[in-house]
């Protein structure tokens, strides 16, 4: 049973269907309790209309949220067989009947509001033609006085519905542009980076070829070129590895031979430790490496003298673990990291792991930080054993 309400009609549903359970209840502990004191005045047929109505209401509280039509329509009749015994009398009947019309007209389409509406005031005409006597003057116009306020509280109910409706609707479309603002002001932000990021490594290159065109030759301004040059080219890659799709396309690829690649490349005076058995994975392989390359890069630049690399299958899952012994990552910015251009590196372009989170969701896993055994930080990439495409391109 789960009652969690997210719109203003979920929770007068909830009211409601408390109200009927609380209203059953009370009043089958109340007849019980007089007829336990004197049983003239209530009779079995009463007690026994108001626990299976009780029964009911806790049946309808318990199956759901959303509210029908033939809830009212039994609402009316339990109501109706209760007062023509004289449980209560016809003014608490032409009460009680207020309700189910006004929530009916609240929860139901305009046919079903007005069949709740049609079976009431029959349950009232029949009251009259047997527990009356017959249509008296006076019957007549208590019958119509009771059918006004029932059809007025209709009318009412589908005005407040027409209001509630306008309002959810107000909300949907205030919370849709809010969202939309907040995507642009996101866009705004990545492109004025991207642009930051950018211009440093320009203005280096333009100033260096502005001095060796003024005739200022030396190695070490055509080294400030190459060195930014290549810095730009990292840049732009890591910017398009994030904003174009990854091929659909996927291959079995050797994680632990993927990972000793690539520590072998860096050949840091860091020590780099492979844990865990060999374990392949279906991936789209060119991805599946820019994003191993990525954490294990980040995982050596804050390292003090040691990165750990553990590889391991759990439960369905493949999961690699790069840790290092480095300062770590304080709590408050585990989720920040992995947004573009976030960096705590002055030469960073606050890239690389927002590749590996691209990675991680478009193979339908996910990735997550927390402190390493080591005492600095813990990346866990987590993808499926099994690729979510199975008409995927598998070579083995």
């Known amino acids: 049973m789960d009652y969690r ?27 019980l309790s007089i007829y336990s004191i004197n049983r003239t005045i209530i009779d079995k047929y009463s007690l026994v209309v108001l626990a299976v109505y009780s029964v009911v209401s806790t049946v309808l509280f318990i199956t759901g949220k959303r509210a029908l039509l033939f809830e009212f329509l039994l609402d009316e009749l339990f109501l109706f067989l209760l007062v ?34 049609v079976v009431a005031l029959f349950l009232q005409l029949i009251y009259f033609a047997f527990n009356t006597g017959g249509f008296s003057l006076e019957n007549l116009i208590q ?9 007025l509280i209709s009318i009412l109910g589908q005005k407040i519905k027409e209001k509630l409706e306008n309002q959810e609707n107000y909300l949907s479309e205030l919370e ?13 932000e990545i492109s004025a980076n991207l642009a930051h990021e950018l211009k440093n490594p320009l203005a280096s290159i333009k100033g260096a070829v502005e001095l060796l065109a003024n005739g200022h030759q030396n190695e070490k301004l055509l080294k400030i070129v190459l060195d930014e040059t290549e810095r730009l080219d990292s840049i732009i890659k890591d910017f398009l590895n994030i904003a174009r799709p990854i091929p659909s396309e996927k291959t079995q690829v050797n994680v632990k031979e993927t990972v000793d690649e690539i520590c072998r490349k860096f050949n840091e005076e860091k020590e780099c430790i ?17 994003a191993l390359d990525n954490l294990i890069r980040n995982a050596l630049y804050w390292a003090k003298s040691k990165v750990k690399i553990s590889l391991r299958k759990n439960k369905g899952w493949l999961e ?39 990675f991680a969701v478009e193979h339908g896993g996910f990735v997550f930080v927390k ?3 080591l005492g600095g930080a813990a990346f866990t990439l987590r993808i499926p054993e099994e690729p979510e495409d199975e008409s995927s391109d598998i070579r083995r």
């Not at 015994?85 to 609240?106: D, E, M, T, V």
């Not at 006085?145 to 029932?150: A, T």
């Open 371 to 373: 402190r390493s055994s």
């Open 84 to 117: 023509i015994k004289g449980a209560f009398s016809y003014g608490f009947f032409s009460l009680f009947l207020l309700f189910p019309i006004l929530f009916s007209s609240l929860f139901l389409n305009r046919k079903q509001s007005l069949a709740a509406l």
């Open 274 to 290: 492979i844990e865990g058995d060999t374990i392949s994975a279906v991936v789209e392989p060119k991805s599946f490496y820019s």
């Open 5 to 31: 309400v997210n719109s203003p009609f979920e929770k007068l549903q909830l009211i409601y269907k408390v109200g009927r359970l609380s209203f059953s209840a009370g009043l089958l502990v109340l007849l």
């Open 176 to 188: 849709k542009l809010q969202e939309e603002t907040a995507f642009y002001k996101r866009l705004y």
């Open 143 to 151: 019958f119509f006085l009771n059918g006004m306020g029932l059809i």
């Open 320 to 358: 690699i673990t790069v840790e290092d012994d480095g300062p770590g990552i304080p709590e408050d910015e585990w989720e920040k990291i992995f947004e573009p251009f976030y960096s705590k590196r002055k030469e960073g372009s606050g890239l690389g792991l927002s590749v590996v989170k691209k």
